[in-house]
Each structure stands twice: as C-alpha cells, then as structure tokens.
C-alpha cells in the first residue's frame, strides 16, 4: 500500500499530484503502441519500459501513479491467446511495476510518499476503435458490470492504493463499475471524458456525477481525457453534487482521430489553471494523454509540492520487484 499513510488522508491535507500521460512517454522512450492493446501490450513483451515510464513521472513530481492497465482486459489478451491465468498475471503485474518505481522513490528519500491507482479503462478501450469517446454500446448496466468484474478482482486482489475508474463515457457504465468497485473495499475515484458539459454519450453532468453520491469507497470524482477547457466547470459541479474531492486530469487539448489514430490540433494545457482548480475543491490533479513530464513538473511547481530528491536522477535503478513470470502470448 503507501509509504505511510493513506491517498484519502493526503486529500484530506491537501491536493495530490497525478502522473501525466503514459502512452506518450512510452512513445518518447521509442515503444510502438501501434497494435490494438497499445500500451497494455509492454506488459508482457517490455515491462521495464512500463517501470521506466513510471520513474519518468515520479523525478516529474508525481506522487500517484496510474497503472498500465486501461487497456488490459481478458478479451483483448484472449484475442493474442493468452489464458485466463496469464491474463491475471499482467493484471497483477501493472500494479507490481508502478510499486516497483514506488518503492526506488521511497528508497531515495524516506520520507516521500507514493501512492499506486490500478488503472480502469471503459468497455471501449478493449475494442480500440475509438468507442470509448462515444459510449452507449448497446449493453445493460449487467452486461457491463459482468464485463468488468473480473478485471478489477484481479487489479483488486494485486494491492493497489485506489482503483482509477477512468476515461468513462457514459453514466450507465459508471454505475456498473461503481458497483464492481464496491464490491472490492478498495478506494477508488470516478473520472468521465466530457465534451460540451456532458458525459461523451450526452448525459448530464449533473446526473453522472450523482452516481457516487454518498458511497462509502469514493475518493474523489470527477474528469479526465478532456478538453482542459472542460476542467474548471466540471470540477465545480462534481464538488457540488457529490461533496467529495474532486479528481482532474485533462489531455493536452489536442484532439484524437480513431480512425488515422493520430493527434490534430495544439496543445492547449495550462499548468496556470491548476490553483482555480484546487481553490473549487480538486485534490488529485495531473494530465492525461500528451501531456508530458514536463507539464508535470510545471504542475509540481504551481501546487509548491516538494520536488523530488536530487537522488531521483534518470540513471535510478528501479531495483528488484515483485513480478509475474513471463506468460508469453500464444
């Protein structure tokens, strides 16, 4: 679990600083997440580059670090041939890797704390077509829960400090997997994609978010993978409805073709808007996709959080960690 204390006492004392985007810094590392299972693929074929993508974000100033597990379901590794078994092994792993870059932080300056989020993705990332910026995919709140329930057993049962149920298009599918997450005793935020003021499948912001009013295991709620445009408004109503923290981690502001699987547009994210986020109630705050170490550093610096120890250099030695043998896929 944590270095000392608890991800909600931290909240409690303040905001927490997020991670960044990790399939971008994959791709700075020269890893090619072409294929359908994107990042999750490292899992089994370069779990170092996924430990040193993680390291990459704690020298940044990070102190949650989000697993690389939005990918990694049972169907899409079923689909490379890979069994059940060998599936929850790479489940597990995600969380092994990011306590292994964890504990070379701690190791480096006792006195740090880091926290571990096992990574949620929505129903649409398995199929890698771009869905899950749309949502509504013809299933029942049932169909989805039993979709997601064994993968987050199985990131439950490898210890993570919070479960990141994150990138959610659609409320119906945050009920399901608020109600799987419940089921675990885990902590957990709930963090919906967002397009003008309402969930990706057109819901109210106001009826998502009332999904985890008044459960007992919610950390904060609130936005991810969005325009930063979006942030501000969103954190403000997800406070109001809710009570909670709330969580934000917005894209770079540029946008994201499925089909030529490519970035358009600039970047339009500013570390600047961090304090009006913080003074409205949100408490882990970080970036999402394209957004960068650097950008991170620039987070780190407008919280005041202290920055990390000069032993955290890039030649760090992550150290042993705990990790599943090598399944191979069929």
């Known amino acids: ?78 689909r490379y041939g890979l069994d059940r078994a060998g599936t929850e092994a790479l489940l597990a792993r995600s969380v092994e890797l990011a306590r292994g870059a964890a504990d070379a932080a701690r190791r480096a300056d006792p006195g740090r704390e880091t926290w571990v989020a096992a ?67 885990v902590p957990y935020w709930l963090s919906y994609s967002v397009a003008g003021g309402r969930t990706r499948a057109g819901q109210p912001l106001e009826e998502a978010f009332a999904v985890a009013a008044g459960r007992d295991s919610v950390l904060a709620v609130g936005v991810n993978c969005c325009d930063p445009e979006e942030a501000q408004g969103a954190v403000e109503q997800a406070v109001a409805v809710t009570g909670r923290p709330a969580v934000v981690y917005p894209n770079s502001g540029e946008g994201w073709d499925a089909g030529a699987r490519g970035w358009t547009g600039r970047g339009t994210f500013d570390p600047g808007r961090v304090r009006a986020w913080t003074r409205a109630g949100a408490r882990l705050v970080g970036g999402c996709c394209r957004v960068g170490p650097d950008l991170i550093t620039e987070l780190d610096g407008r919280l005041g959080s202290r920055l990390p120890p000069p032993g955290l250099s890039p030649g760090l030695s992550p150290g042993p960690s705990r990790r599943s043998p090598h399944p191979g896929a069929g």
């Open 119 to 185: 990574s949620v993705g929505p129903y649409g990332a398995m199929l890698a077509d771009g869905s899950e910026y749309r949502g509504r995919y013809g299933l029942s709140v049932r169909e989805l829960e039993r979709f997601h329930r064994p993968r987050v057993a199985a990131l439950a049962a490898a210890g993570p400090d919070a479960l990141a149920l994150e990138t959610v298009p659609d409320l119906e599918e945050a009920e399901a997997l608020v109600r799987v997450a419940e089921e675990t005793g």
């Open 1 to 78: 679990m944590g270095t000392s204390g608890t991800l909600a006492d931290a909240l409690d004392a303040g905001p927490v600083l997020l991670d960044g985007g990790l399939s971008n810094q994959l791709e700075a590392q020269g890893c090619d997440l072409s294929d359908a299972l994107w990042s999750a693929r490292l899992l089994a074929d370069a779990p170092e580059q996924i430990e040193a993508a993680h390291l990459a974000y704690l020298r940044a100033g990070a102190r949650v670090l989000i697993t690389a597990s939005y990918q990694a379901t049972f169907e899409g590794f079923g």
